[in-house]
């Protein structure tokens, strides 16, 4: 796991997405979710899960909305 490349890179590539707006596509919600499960939760900070979170979800009001893991 390489932390240089961040976590929505990580997430992209367990996804096996192109690029990373891919993660957005609501028919890899699955695979997204499963994806978060596979990455170790401290190779990251609270506010760079927290990031990734509204980047996938696009939300950025803190709420927890379907993508609850």
Sequence with gaps: MEKSKGILDELRRIVGCLYISDLHDSGRFEQVKRAVSEI????YSDREWQEAFEYV??????GAGAFSV
Aim: aromatic residues 0%; proline residues 10%.
């Design 40 to 43: 170790e939760p401290d190779h």
């Design 57 to 62: 979800a696009g939300e950025r009001d803190g």
